[in-house]
């Protein structure tokens, strides 16, 4: 860390607390968003090694009182949770046995905690270019990239604790359901602006087609018509018609042509008629 590099304060890391304590409003605002959905889950426990099926969901049990996690799993830090509690949530474990404060970590806490320096890193190069100078000069970075100075400072995992404290401050003993009803109306803005962003993305490029089949097709048809090595512009006519003999198709012979033997002008020729098979290659 930055004890390393003489820097006392680590100015920069409290900054970033400052920033993240500003954020907290938004912070606590995203943690109730992602747990909407978790009560319509499956419940699962651990017993004696085997992960097995409650037969009810998690909100069933929430919503009773019943605990949601066990003895043999979970963290430390979260046990002793309040039956029901959105911490007790936190505890419990997936289908696949993960603990589901795993996946919140990595869904929540993360992204948001990077978010939040990179917004530390930009206040601070812009209030404080001195310090900000000194501090690029020591870390080896020109500073163009935010997200590279906030990796090389290492200041995320020590913020991620600070924000796991936040959330657990506010929402750790409040019931599952209240916390996912809080959460019910930014829950429905984000998994908009997902569609939208899905609706704006590219298509996937398409795979590439496999040719090989073609091209040794057409390296044959071009040995048994005689045809010479490389084939000149004006024997186009019969090269098409020896890839048509062989049973190639016109995208296969347009994916073909830049690996057969020819000469200048040849793969014009043929793809000019390929574009207007009703008209002469002459």
């Given amino acids: 860390m930055f004890e390393n590099l003489g820097f006392e304060p680590d100015w920069f890391g409290l900054l970033g607390r400052e920033v993240l304590r500003e954020r907290r409003a938004a912070l606590i605002a995203e943690a109730c968003a992602w747990s909407v959905g978790l009560s319509d889950r499956p419940h699962h426990l651990r017993?004696?090694?085997?992960?097995?099926?409650?037969?009810?969901t998690i909100g069933d049990r929430a919503a009773t009182g019943q605990a949601l996690s066990g003895e043999e799993d979970g963290r430390l830090e979260l046990g002793d949770a309040r039956p029901g509690s959105f911490q007790d949530a936190l505890n419990a474990v997936d289908a696949d046995g993960t603990v589901v404060a795993d996946r919140f970590d990595r869904e929540v806490i993360e992204p948001f905690v990077h978010e939040t320096c990179v917004l530390a890193a930009d206040r601070a190069r812009r209030t404080r270019p001195g310090q900000w100078a000194e501090l690029?000069?020591?870390?080896?970075?020109?500073?163009?990239?935010?997200?590279?100075?906030?990796?090389?400072?290492?200041?995320?995992?020590?913020?991620?604790?600070?924000?796991?404290?936040?959330?657990?401050?506010?929402?750790?003993?409040?019931p599952l359901l209240e916390v996912e009803a809080e959460g019910l109306p930014l829950s429905l803005v984000r998994a908009a602006e997902a569609a939208a962003r899905e609706a704006a993305a590219p298509p996937p490029a398409p795979e590439p087609e496999d040719l090989s089949g073609a091209l040794f097709l057409a390296l044959a048809a071009v040995r048994e018509a005689g045809l010479p090595a490389p084939v000149p512009a004006e024997d186009a006519p019969r090269l098409l018609a020896a890839l048509a003999e062989q049973g190639l198709e016109p995208a296969e012979v347009t994916g073909v042509l830049p690996q057969l033997p020819l000469a200048p002008g040849t793969a014009e020729m043929v793809r000019a008629h390929l574009a207007r098979p009703d008209e002469s290659l002459s």
């Fill in 136 to 174: 690029l000069d020591d870390l080896g970075e020109d500073g163009a990239e935010l997200a590279d100075v906030v990796r090389a400072g290492e200041w995320e995992q020590p913020l991620r604790t600070d924000a796991e404290h936040l959330v657990l401050a506010a929402l750790g003993t409040a």
């Fill in 47 to 56: 017993l004696r090694g085997r992960l097995v099926a409650t037969g009810s």
